[in-house]
């Protein structure tokens, strides 16, 4: 280990986050490879070791011959100080060497708070921030990742973006770069060539214009790139790579446990929602497959706890066999089994009481809205009576801790749906009081609402999100009338609302506020540490560039938005028509009851949506 | 079985793993090698483990131990084969074996320290440490739980010796593992407090062999 690292590691908080050496961790000799790619993470250890993302990108690439994948993280800000004031370059976890000797430089970026954590890693490693800055081919810098399906806030700093799935793209990306190694290319020739991969958006090759009033008036492309960057997504998920020799951290971190797959995509079609419509379409894991790649990490791993991830756990058509597979095997290891994303109805309420034998761990619902009309309007199909009906079974059954979760500033949304908020909250408690089957005991309702957020390739992308005045009113008014003791009541702030709302659909003018952010000191935003709403508002002054134009903004269909060469599958025009749908309080039935041809089949080749 | 105990050395990268998550770690180990450790009835149950003398992070040991209990049979020589298939890198399992002499018997630890210094000769360092810690009385002022409290470590040395090397003392020390306890890192401390001139720029430790009061190896 290097000495000045050494040295500055019993000064730190938890130095195990730095160190490498975990259980499971790849290691290779660096002789007998030929492209060393570093896999980074922009937030802490905790987080990303957290990421099943991460897991799977990590194995994936390290299956591959003379590639030796390794894992980076920003550090904590304690962690920082000391690495800038002994002068240490940020390196990759495995062998300890400095990033800037990589090859390539991938980040997996999930969320827009992350950005400015991107320019100060790159920073810690000693290289340039901006694409335009790094002539030479190696070290590359890209990124992949929920937030990358608009590639435009970030676009100065990446050489390109993979728009999709990542273990899709990987390896022919770097058998491209191996190969451009190889013959000596320039930077700009592999860019070209990387732009003929399917998914791949080089984003020099791609040239906004704007109008006058700021918006923008078109995309150019340039040098044979292609008109639109098609999302690439595994098609055979079911035998897809999983990686059943996850990496066991020696220091605790946020999701530590096993996590299995069991499915992208999503059928429901909530209109806010981003990860159901740019995850499309349904790809399932049998549960045969999913059964034996649990035991397979629970045994490679000594993990004491499995959970089940995808976008809604019910939805899973073998759910039971999936269940009784697991449990058959977890039960006399006392291994915990957890199914997060349950939908409120009595068949979730019988299997939750059937994995958790022990302990009743409190219950959390997300109705996102208050009126049955509001959550109507943004498809969230879920009714008021099997909300109710789950929460008294599950206080018959004992249950005395729930939680419910809401947004705020919805489209459509009016006063009468804000307090429907504690209206609903009022009668679960009532639901308690003459249903719970241990009064003693008390009971915990917490209600949180968060500011909503208009994501890009979703029905609301043309929506204007509330300002913050209005956001604020509306948690007053809710708060007024949260007045019962045993609700509490947790609302987001604001401030990072407005911020992610701008990122998130933010065209590449947005890079130099990033950019200006970082350099008076932003990182780890998406900590409260260290967010701070005067360093952004000063960034976005400097940058002559108004917050609101981005956030608080109606578009019109046919204004061109920022992220309108990625072709993410789900059609604009669908996505517009149900937005409609919205105003009108529709609902649209879900993929199972009947397709509404989204357009995300084409995506398949071929291939069959399990929705 | 019953009142088994383990053997380890922790090195290398490994010696930042902190002494919670080393319980986690050493429990993980035993279900990964296909040998469930006992655990405790009862509501919240637990792995019955437990450690001789726990390990402040960043130093490195040869000689520790743990106790445990396995469900189960298995030939003691199995067992560190199979943990050591499981363990992470810098954690090695040495021997396992049936424990007979309780840790409340240990006295003495024979420790290794590196003191490095960047701009001093290490050889002109010697003589005042040698002259420092053969004083009768090293009073330091130590932060415990309840406050800072003034501590004589000259007690719990029973020797210290030093030798210059290539930038760095290396020193032996036998020191005190148990009432009191001694941690080796006061060493450099005492020298912070009393005697900045000989405090190295970094001092890191290795624990080498642990004994109880008649100073028999203890095992």
New interface residues.
């Given amino acids: 280990?290097d000495k000045r690292l050494?040295?500055i590691?019993?000064k730190v908080q938890?130095?195990?986050r730095?160190?490498?050496?975990?259980?499971n961790?790849i290691i290779k000799d660096k002789a007998s490879v030929d492209l060393r790619m570093a896999l980074c993470f922009p937030d802490t250890y905790e987080i990303g070791m957290s990421n099943l993302g991460i897991k799977i990108l990590y194995g994936a690439i390290n299956e591959m011959d003379g590639v030796w994948c390794e894992r980076c993280f920003a550090p904590w800000g304690d962690m920082e100080d000391e690495m800038r004031r002994a002068n240490i370059p940020l390196w990759a976890l495995e062998s300890g060497d400095p990033l800037a000797e990589f090859d390539a430089i991938g980040f997996s970026v999930g969320y827009e708070m992350a950005y400015t954590n991107v320019l100060n890693m790159l920073d810690l490693a000693g290289i340039p921030l901006r694409s335009a800055d790094r002539k030479s081919l190696t070290p590359l810098v890209f990124a992949g990742g929920t937030s990358n399906v608009n590639p435009e806030p970030m676009a100065d700093i990446l050489d390109f973006c993979f728009i999709g799935e990542g273990e899709e793209m990987d390896s022919e990306l770097l058998l491209l770069l191996r190969k451009a190694k190889a013959e000596d290319w320039s930077k700009e020739r592999f860019l070209s060539e990387a732009a003929n991969i399917e998914g791949i958006y080089v984003p020099s090759l791609y040239e906004p214009i704007y109008n006058d009033d700021g918006t923008l008036k078109e995309i150019k492309v340039k040098d044979g790139a292609p008109e639109y960057v098609r999302r690439r997504i595994v098609t055979d998920f079911d035998s897809a790579y999983f990686p059943t020799k996850p990496i066991?951290p020696?220091?605790?971190i946020v999701h530590d446990r096993v996590t299995l797959e069991l499915f992208r995509g999503c059928i429901r079609g909530c209109r806010f929602c981003q990860a159901g419509f740019v995850y499309r379409p349904v790809r399932s894991r049998s549960s045969e497959r999913l059964v034996s790649q649990g035991i397979e990490s629970l045994?490679?791993?000594?993990?004491?706890e499995i959970t089940l991830s995808s976008l809604s756990t019910s939805d899973y058509r073998p759910l039971s066999e999936l269940c009784d597979g697991l449990l058959d095997f977890c039960v006399p290891?006392?291994i915990g089994l957890s199914l997060p994303s349950l939908r409120a109805d009595n068949f979730s309420l019988d299997l939750m009481s059937k994995v958790q034998q022990v302990r009743k761990s409190g219950l959390t619902f997300a109705p996102e809205a208050g009126t049955q009309r509001l959550r109507d309007a943004i498809n969230k199909n879920v009714s008021e009576e099997d909300l109710l009906n789950t929460c008294r079974i599950a206080f018959e059954g004992g249950w005395n801790n729930i939680k419910l979760y809401f947004m705020l500033g919805l489209p459509t949304e009016t006063d009468e749906d804000v307090l429907g908020i504690s209206e609903l909250a009022m009668k679960v408690l009532w639901l308690w009081k003459s249903h719970a089957s241990n009064k003693a005991r008390g009971v915990n309702i917490t209600v949180s609402t968060s500011c909503f957020v208009p994501k890009p390739h979703t029905p609301f992308q043309w929506e204007a999100q509330v300002d913050m005045e209005e956001y604020r009113r509306r948690v007053a008014l809710l708060r007024e009338h949260m007045r019962a003791k045993a609700i509490s009541y947790n609302w987001h702030d604001a401030d990072t609302s407005l911020i992610e709302a701008v990122l998130s659909r933010g065209d590449r003018r947005i890079g130099a506020v990033i950019e200006e952010v970082w350099k008076n000191g932003g990182k780890l935003d998406s900590w409260s540490e260290y967010f701070s709403f005067a360093r952004w508002m000063a960034a976005f002054e400097k940058c002559g560039l108004d917050p609101k134009f981005y956030a608080c903004r109606e578009r019109t269909f046919d204004e061109v938005l920022p992220w309108s060469r990625v072709d993410i599958g789900v059609k604009p025009e669908f996505l517009w028509r149900e937005r409609e749908m919205c105003y009108n309080a529709e609902l649209s039935p879900d993929c199972r009851k009947k397709c509404t041809n989204c357009g995300a089949l084409s995506l398949m080749n071929g291939g069959r949506c399990d929705g | 079985m019953d009142n088994l105990r383990l053997r380890f050395s922790k090195t290398?990268?490994?010696v930042?793993?902190?002494h919670l998550?080393l319980m986690?770690?050493m429990?993980?180990?035993?279900?990964?090698a296909?040998m469930?450790l006992k655990?405790s009835e009862g509501f919240n149950?637990h792995a019955q483990i437990s450690f001789a003398l726990p390990l402040s992070?960043?130093t490195a040991s040869l000689c520790d131990l743990m106790d445990f209990h396995l469900n189960g049979f298995m030939s003691l020589s199995e067992i560190p084969f199979r943990l050591n298939r499981?363990?992470?890198?810098?954690i090695e399992v040495l021997e396992a074996y049936e424990w007979e002499n309780k840790f409340k018997n240990i006295k003495w630890l024979d420790v290794e320290g590196i003191f490095e210094y960047d701009n001093r000769s290490p050889s002109e360092m010697l003589p005042g440490l040698m002259d420092f810690f053969a004083r009768d009385s090293i009073v330091i002022k130590k932060k415990t739980k309840s406050g800072v409290n003034d501590t004589d470590i000259a007690p719990a040395i029973r020797s210290i010796t030093f030798d210059a090397g290539e930038g760095i003392v290396t020193l032996k020390a036998l020191i005190s593992a148990q009432e009191p306890t001694l941690n080796p890192e006061l060493l450099p401390s005492a020298l912070e407090q009393l005697a900045p001139e000989l405090k190295p720029?970094?001092a890191?430790f290795t624990r080498m062999q642990i004994y109880d009061a008649d100073m028999r190896i203890f095992r």
């Fill in positions: 280990m050494r040295r590691l019993p938890k130095p195990a730095y160190t490498g050496g975990e259980y961790q066991v020696s220091t605790e045994e490679s791993t000594g993990y004491q290891r006392s | 290398g990268r490994a930042y793993i902190s998550d986690r770690t429990q993980r180990a035993f279900l990964r296909g469930p655990y149950p992070v960043g499981a363990l992470p890198e810098g720029d970094f890191s």
